[in-house]
């Protein structure tokens, strides 16, 4: 894995994810430190209020349990939002507002760029106590220009792939999740002719959505959509456009894609039916499939088409307009803590993002009995050792990437456009960002 080329650069993207919001109010009794793990905020005993807004299943609501166990006087709340860009709405029209944030903000990476072009709307996370907590890339990531640590990392996302061995074997392909290995091994010209042999013999899709797999595929670019100084590279003629074509290409000619928007209701139903038999999966996604696919078989093979993949990985900020600020930055650091984040793997399968957690046995060790009790910690390190390209992302990275994936969902989920029509409403999109 290479470290991060630029402070501003980050590891992967996510276009759209459901949310699950955490809330958290905190108050130490006397004597508690404001270290990482503990807060001495109202010394006299006063209780304060602290909120922790978060996307996905990061795994924190025993964890936030234990904090007020840890801490005495802490209350918790709980907040959803529906979508990740919904999140992001609601941070970029809250912080213009100057409040309503909560006290510690959840950022996803393909626009935590965006948010570190105003640091003096963020508190410096900057601390003793958590230097070289985390992989140099991931801390660079969140790194401004000038030194200033924006957020603490919490996840990573590496890659593997899901699978319903069920369907394998009605179509005649291996179940066994080793030789599943072998049989992705390969490139994704391999993973799409595979597909081809199983939806031959099958009436079920190979994959969920184009807009899926395509994030899988850009991710392995280093530079998708804007060079290491943040200047834009244009569309037309580019490698986005070929893979844009490629996985239309296999979503429609191939008729492997069931022409699913990640994260739609429909998205959510297809687990309970025979929609799809395989996916890309970061490790934040086991816990996703679990939570939807009760009483359906899934498994995990260690592979990835072209080697590795990073999809996802977030940050805890914490907004300056809040009434707690170092409160908010100790909550955010005991969170963020190797301990904690392996806790928070056991729960969502969020894979950490932390030097000492990526050792620990506890992680090495770790299987998943919901996927016949695969063992997911190793497979997920394995995937991680094997990312060898992660995309820069600077602040225009959210708004280019939107265009592209906009002419995807024309295509492979509404239908309404042809691939060459759709990349020209997409390039059309593309100009008037004016960009350049």
């Not at 490629?246 to 429909?266: C, H, I, K």
Request: aromatic fraction near 10%; include cysteine.
């Amino acid at each position: 894995m290479r470290t991060s080329r630029s402070r501003l650069a980050v590891t992967a993207g996510i276009a759209g994810i459901a949310l699950v919001a955490a809330g958290c109010s905190g108050d130490a009794g006397e004597g508690d430190s404001p270290e990482p793990g503990g807060s001495d905020a109202g010394g006299g005993g006063e209780e304060i209020t602290l909120t922790v807004a978060t996307f996905n299943e990061f795994g924190y609501e025993d964890l936030l349990t234990e904090y007020m166990d840890l801490n005495p006087g802490i209350v918790v709340e709980q907040k959803k939002a529906a979508t990740a860009n919904e999140a992001r709405d609601n941070l970029n029209t809250r912080l213009a507002a100057g409040s309503g944030l909560a006290d510690v903000e959840a950022v996803e990476v393909d626009w935590l760029t965006e948010l570190m072009q105003f640091p003096d709307k963020f508190v410096d996370l900057s601390d003793p106590e958590v230097e070289g907590r985390w992989l140099d890339w991931k801390t660079d990531s969140a790194t401004t220009e000038d030194g200033m640590l924006f957020g603490y990392g919490t996840d990573s996302g590496p890659e593997a792939i899901c699978y319903r061995p069920d369907l394998f074997e009605a179509a005649g392909l291996p179940t066994d999740r080793a030789e599943v290995a072998e049989l992705l091994e390969g490139d994704w010209e391999n993973y799409f002719s595979v597909g081809e042999d199983f939806v031959g013999a099958s009436d079920a899709a190979w994959f969920d959505s184009a807009g899926a797999t395509y994030q899988a595929m850009v991710n392995q670019l280093e530079n998708a959509y804007e060079a290491d100084d943040g200047t834009p590279l244009g569309l037309e003629g580019s490698e986005v456009e070929d893979l844009f074509v490629t996985v239309l290409e296999a979503s429609v000619d191939r008729g492997l894609s069931a022409n699913l928007a990640q994260w739609s209701d429909d998205w959510f139903a297809s687990f309970q039916t025979d929609g799809f038999a395989t996916m890309a999966c970061p490790g934040w996604m086991l816990g996703i499939v679990e939570g939807n696919a009760a009483g359906v078989s899934w498994d995990i093979a260690d592979v990835f088409p072209g080697g590795g993949g990073n999809w996802g990985g977030a940050f805890l900020t914490v907004p300056a307009q809040g009434a707690h600020p170092e409160e908010a930055k100790a909550l955010a650091a005991w969170l963020t803590a190797p301990e904690q984040q392996i806790k928070a793997f056991a729960v969502t399968g969020n894979f950490p993002s932390q030097v000492e957690a990526l050792t620990s046995d506890d992680l090495l060790g770790a299987t998943n009995e919901f996927f016949n009790n695969a063992p997911t910690g190793q497979i997920l390190t394995n995937r991680a050792e094997a990312i060898t390209a992660t995309p820069f992302k600077g602040p225009n990275y959210f708004a280019i990437h939107t265009t592209v994936t906009d002419g995807l969902t024309r295509v492979d989920v509404d239908g309404t456009d042809d691939i060459a029509s759709s990349w020209d409403k997409s390039l059309q999109a593309y100009s008037e960002l004016g960009l350049g």
